[in-house]
């Protein structure tokens, strides 16, 4: 019997109808196989309700934050700085909480993609199959001549007929064609996606370590506060006038130094100011109040730095906000050491490659490492009152690169840190760039 005969044509369109159909058949089977752990609805309604959670961790978060903002303004006293401290621990838990229901959600969200591939990989199987039986069949017929092909058949008309099956099998090709180069595109983004959920993960699971380390850092500082001043106010008193008279010494010493300092800026080798190029330093589209802005300030005027301007701006958070780099760039320098009452206790440098390194300041933790490199928004560390600080804050400072140089600093308290520095006309105004 000859191979084009019209029932064999009609064998390979059912076969690639076959394959077309594959979806509802691969689905099927991925019932039986991925299914038996998981269905997707179950993992939609999971990933659905991990989120109302997360909705509500966050109110509660936003209510500590609030309450911190009315601490933070009142005057510095002994109970006033256990009440911040305890807000701050309560807030540092509910964001804990926050950040383990962040990662549930996205752990659930990759399996859900994994389940996707697993589907497309079926499908594109299935439909692989019925193109390659279809191109098998065919090879077959092109070996014959045409005066083979239409003996074979009894008449005119059934060669016609044959001849319209070939059509429809082509029009069956081209279709199963399209559908394996579409489940192709949606097989690689699913891939695509599960990667940079992998991704998003693994910086959840750094943030939430940094956040427990923090955590501790918070209840250990209650701790060592209520055991020096032994819970007088006289005693508090006593060592916020101590930070002020180390803060002093310090910012002294620094305007020594950057006094010997000769810098020449060329503007070109900067970004224009207003030029916006820089990120609050912080998770996007949180902007927390500034505290002191940057140079010759009312605070500075009032005595404050020895009388020179500020050398940066000061960001009011609350201890344990995730700090973020203003911009893509390499980490030039950190300091993991807490010295008391000393410089700019834990910091991150980075070093951006349009002329512009930012300095990140009185941090309670830090998430990077000396030579690293880091993307707009990175994770850097968490707020603190580290070094000279009298209460919670950021210090943001933005530097021309070329003049960033360090020194060696002896604190008043004995330990010797280093701390970068710079020329007078080498420090930037950040509102210029932010």
Same mark, same amino acid.
Request: hydrophobic residues 35%; glycine residues 8%; charged residues 25%.
């Given at each position: ?82 009440? *911040? ?6 807030? &540092? @838990?509910? #964001?804990?909480? %926050?950040? +383990?229901?962040?990662?549930? !959600? /996205? ?88 990667? *940079? ?6 910086? &959840? @699971?750094? #943030?939430?370590? %940094?956040? +427990?380390?923090?955590?501790? !850092? /918070? ?110 760039? /390499? ?104």
């Amino acid at each position: 019997m000859m191979l084009t005969t019209t029932p064999y044509f009609k064998k390979i369109v059912s076969i690639l109808a076959f394959g077309i159909l594959g979806v509802g058949i691969a689905v099927g089977v991925v019932t039986q196989t991925v299914g038996a752990q998981e269905t997707a609805d179950d993992l939609r309604l999971k990933i659905t309700e991990s989120q109302r959670q997360l909705q509500a961790i966050e109110q509660e978060i936003k209510k500590f934050e609030s309450q911190l903002n009315v601490v933070g303004a009142e005057k510095k006293t002994l109970q006033n700085a256990i009440n *911040e401290l305890d807000l701050s621990r309560d807030k &540092l @838990k509910a #964001e804990i909480r %926050g950040t +383990e229901k962040k990662i549930s !959600s /996205t752990d659930l969200e990759i399996q859900e993609l994994e389940r996707e591939i697993h589907i497309k990989e079926l499908e594109i199987e299935k439909n692989m199959e019925a193109v390659a039986e279809s191109f098998r069949q065919v090879d077959q017929t092109e070996n014959q001549t045409v005066v083979e092909i239409i003996l074979g058949y009894d008449s005119i008309a059934e060669v016609w007929d044959a001849l319209e099956e070939q059509s429809l099998l082509q029009d069956s090709l081209r279709e199963s064609t399209k559908i394996m180069s579409a489940l192709k595109d949606e097989y690689e983004k699913a891939k695509l996606n599960s990667l *940079e959920k992998r991704g998003e993960l693994g910086n &959840l @699971k750094k #943030e939430l370590s %940094g956040e +427990e380390n923090v955590l501790i !850092s /918070t209840i250990d500082q209650k701790d060592s506060l209520l055991s020096q001043t032994k819970n007088k106010e006289s005693n508090y008193q006593k060592i916020l006038e101590e930070k002020k008279a180390a803060r002093e010494a310090f910012e002294k010493q620094m305007r020594e130094y950057e006094s010997k300092l000769q810098f020449i800026l060329d503007p070109k080798t900067i970004p224009a100011a207003g030029s916006g190029v820089l990120t609050w330093p912080f998770k996007a589209g949180y902007k927390p109040p500034i505290t002191q802005l940057f140079g010759d300030t009312e605070f500075s005027r009032s005595g404050a730095y020895n009388g020179y301007g500020h050398n940066g701006m000061d960001f009011g958070v609350s201890i344990g906000t995730p700090i973020t780099a203003a911009l893509a760039g /390499t980490v030039v320098d950190v300091n993991y050491s807490v010295a008391a009452n000393c410089q700019y206790g834990m910091w991150v440098l980075v070093r951006h490659g349009n002329g512009l390194t930012t300095l990140y300041a009185h941090l309670s933790s830090i998430s990077v490492s000396k030579g690293q490199a880091v993307l707009t928004g990175q994770l850097l560390g968490h707020s603190g009152n580290t070094g000279y600080a009298t209460g919670p804050h950021l210090h943001f400072t933005v530097y021309a690169s070329d003049a960033v140089q360090f020194k060696q600093y002896t604190c008043r308290s004995g330990p010797t840190v280093t701390v970068p520095i710079a020329a007078y006309n080498a420090y930037l105004n950040p509102m210029d760039y932010l």
